[in-house]
């Protein structure tokens, strides 16, 4: 226990934390943060009794799905979280966690202030609506996929952001424009590509994904542009639209949502893996095809043949994933309780995942996945986990911990798994595409309910 607290401290810069015991011997993970019901940071008690008594701020109502740490050049690192509007008494949808607790309950602050998360229905240029995942790429830059909708109610367009960490200051605003979006288009997960991260960082792309229309944006970050692509690999499976875990069912259709980036290698190709989180297959995209916006001027599904899906399935869904520089992806299986591996070099299906860790309590759907490298150059995995079945069944109760962050050390778990070794340099084989198509039912958005185009100057930080 003191040797951990100790490397969280000394790895993290995270040492004012409450560290929770491990719930075995050679446990390689550890839950950092975890709450029964998210606390804000409100400037006295009164200000937050007065948002609760409005209906501001319902303490049942909101829920972190992703997670990323920050490691600053000083030691005031920043774990920074996301809390999706999925109705209504949210008050903010993005925060940093700080060192103080509510009813043992970590406080979030709101970030980057208070003043972007109120009002959103005057659809201010400085705000934040509903974020559902984010990413900090390698030039300290933090992208956010703001939905811009509360529950089912588009309040506001769409649109990708991007913060300076070393300032907090917004260098970079996208507005998605209206013909790339269905009215039922929810955007859950951005994977940022940085193709020069050590000369300028001006080569960025953003693939995000539209878990309700079954498609992918692609935002080409320097030019100000984006593109729409569909294809059936981004469909929910219909045979994995009833949800059975902890206890509890319920049925899902939710299309396109995990997603990760083969290790960059200059001068090569890189490879985006996904799949939907309705579904049993994974999926893959050669990037240089998702990035020639020309193929996909006149018809977002020009060419099926570029998508590719692996014969071998998982038995149950998958939320987020992650790949780490040796391109070993990360993932949770859903019915399992457990967290997992996969060597992107071999074939995907049962025989080839690994599970790391498994436990009917803390990892329980593990909804945003990150592999993070540390100061020392060490790499982490880090994840949060939720009672999603109770969130979606309506049965949530606060006064357990519903929700945690947990993190381990890659080295740590991935001795002796079936997972280590680095991929092979071989091409992918062309694997067989779906036969047909699935019908466009539209599912709960992760379970809940050009004219207009907008486009900011692209600008980086400085070192």
Same mark, same amino acid.
């Given at each position: 226990?003191?040797?951990?607290?100790?490397?969280?401290?000394?790895?993290? $810069?995270?040492?004012?934390?409450?560290?929770?015991?491990?719930?075995?011997?050679?446990?390689?993970?550890?839950?950092?943060?975890?709450?029964?019901?998210?606390?804000?940071?409100?400037?006295?008690?009164?200000?937050?009794?007065?948002?609760?008594?409005?209906?501001? %701020?319902?303490?049942?109502?909101?829920?972190?799905?992703?997670?990323?740490?920050?490691?600053?050049?000083?030691?005031?690192?920043?774990?920074?979280?996301?809390?999706?509007?999925?109705?209504?008494?949210?008050?903010?949808?993005?925060?940093?966690?700080?060192?103080?607790?509510?009813?043992?309950?970590?406080?979030?602050?709101?970030?980057?202030?208070?003043?972007?998360?109120?009002?959103?229905?005057?659809?201010?240029?400085?705000?934040?609506?509903?974020?559902?995942?984010?990413?900090?790429?390698?030039?300290?830059?933090?992208?956010?996929?703001?939905?811009?909708?509360?529950?089912?109610?588009?309040?506001?367009?769409?649109?990708?952001?991007? %913060?300076?960490?070393?300032?907090?200051?917004?260098?970079?605003?996208?507005?998605?424009?209206?013909?790339?979006?269905?009215?039922?288009?929810?955007?859950?997960?951005?994977?940022?590509?940085?193709?020069?991260?050590?000369?300028?960082?001006?080569?960025?792309?953003?693939?995000?994904?539209?878990?309700?229309?079954?498609?992918?944006?692609?935002?080409?970050?320097?030019? $100000?542009?984006?593109?729409?692509?569909?294809?059936?690999?981004?469909?929910? !499976?219909?045979? %994995?639209?009833?949800?059975?875990?902890?206890?509890?069912?319920?049925?899902?259709?939710?299309?396109?949502?995990?997603?990760?980036?083969?290790?960059?290698?200059?001068?090569?190709?890189?490879?985006?893996?996904?799949?939907?989180?309705?579904? $049993?297959?994974?999926?893959?995209?050669?990037?240089?095809?998702?990035?020639?916006?020309?193929?996909?001027?006149?018809?977002?599904?020009?060419?099926?043949?570029?998508?590719?899906?692996?014969?071998?399935?998982?038995?149950?869904?998958?939320?987020?994933?992650?790949?780490?520089?040796?391109?070993?992806?990360?993932?949770?299986?859903?019915?399992?309780?457990?967290? !997992?591996?996969?060597?992107?070099?071999?074939?995907?299906?049962?025989?080839?995942?690994?599970?790391?860790?498994?436990?009917?309590?803390?990892?329980?759907?593990?909804?945003?996945?990150?592999?993070?490298?540390?100061?020392?150059?060490?790499?982490?995995?880090?994840?949060?986990?939720?009672? %999603?079945?109770?969130?979606?069944?309506?049965?949530?109760?606060?006064?357990?911990?519903?929700?945690?962050?947990?993190?381990?050390?890659?080295?740590?778990?991935?001795?002796?798994?079936?997972?280590?070794?680095?991929?092979?340099?071989?091409?992918?084989?062309?694997?067989?595409?779906?036969?047909?198509?699935?019908?466009?039912?539209?599912?709960?958005?992760?379970?809940?309910?050009?004219?207009?185009?907008?486009?900011?100057?692209?600008?980086?930080?400085?070192?």
């Amino acid at each position: 226990m003191k040797i951990y607290s100790k490397w969280l401290c000394l790895t993290f $810069g995270l040492c004012s934390i409450t560290i929770l015991p491990k719930t075995r011997a050679q446990d390689p993970l550890t839950t950092l943060y975890q709450w029964g019901n998210l606390e804000y940071d409100y400037p006295n008690e009164s200000e937050r009794q007065h948002a609760i008594d409005s209906g501001e %701020f319902v303490p049942e109502n909101g829920a972190p799905i992703d997670v990323d740490m920050y490691y600053s050049a000083g030691n005031h690192h920043k774990v920074f979280v996301s809390i999706p509007r999925f109705q209504n008494g949210i008050p903010a949808t993005f925060g940093t966690i700080t060192n103080r607790v509510h009813n043992g309950n970590p406080i979030i602050a709101p970030f980057p202030a208070w003043s972007w998360h109120r009002n959103s229905e005057a659809c201010a240029r400085d705000r934040l609506v509903s974020v559902f995942r984010f990413k900090i790429d390698e030039c300290q830059r933090l992208w956010l996929l703001d939905t811009g909708r509360i529950g089912s109610h588009q309040l506001c367009p769409p649109q990708i952001l991007a %913060f300076d960490l070393k300032t907090n200051n917004l260098i970079h605003r996208y507005e998605i424009p209206k013909d790339q979006l269905e009215s039922t288009s929810i955007l859950v997960t951005p994977i940022v590509d940085v193709r020069n991260p050590h000369e300028g960082c001006y080569d960025t792309f953003v693939y995000a994904a539209d878990c309700q229309a079954f498609a992918l944006i692609v935002h080409d970050a320097q030019k $100000g542009t984006s593109w729409k692509i569909v294809d059936k690999t981004m469909y929910p !499976n219909p045979f %994995f639209g009833n949800y059975n875990f902890a206890g509890y069912t319920f049925d899902l259709m939710d299309g396109v949502l995990g997603m990760d980036l083969s290790p960059y290698v200059p001068g090569k190709d890189r490879i985006l893996y996904y799949h939907a989180l309705s579904s $049993g297959s994974e999926q893959w995209v050669y990037t240089s095809h998702l990035r020639n916006q020309s193929m996909f001027v006149d018809n977002p599904s020009p060419a099926p043949e570029i998508f590719h899906v692996y014969p071998g399935q998982r038995h149950t869904q998958s939320a987020a994933m992650a790949i780490d520089k040796n391109g070993i992806a990360y993932f949770g299986l859903v019915s399992d309780l457990s967290m !997992n591996c996969w060597n992107t070099g071999t074939e995907y299906g049962p025989s080839n995942i690994g599970q790391i860790a498994r436990d009917p309590v803390r990892l329980q759907f593990p909804s945003g996945v990150k592999v993070i490298t540390n100061k020392a150059g060490k790499q982490e995995l880090w994840f949060v986990t939720m009672r %999603f079945q109770r969130m979606a069944t309506g049965t949530l109760d606060t006064t357990d911990k519903n929700f945690r962050i947990m993190v381990g050390k890659i080295d740590d778990f991935s001795k002796g798994s079936r997972c280590v070794g680095r991929p092979s340099s071989h091409h992918h084989n062309h694997y067989g595409l779906y036969g047909s198509s699935h019908s466009h039912s539209h599912g709960g958005g992760y379970g809940y309910d050009r004219t207009s185009k907008k486009s900011e100057s692209l600008q980086f930080p400085s070192d």
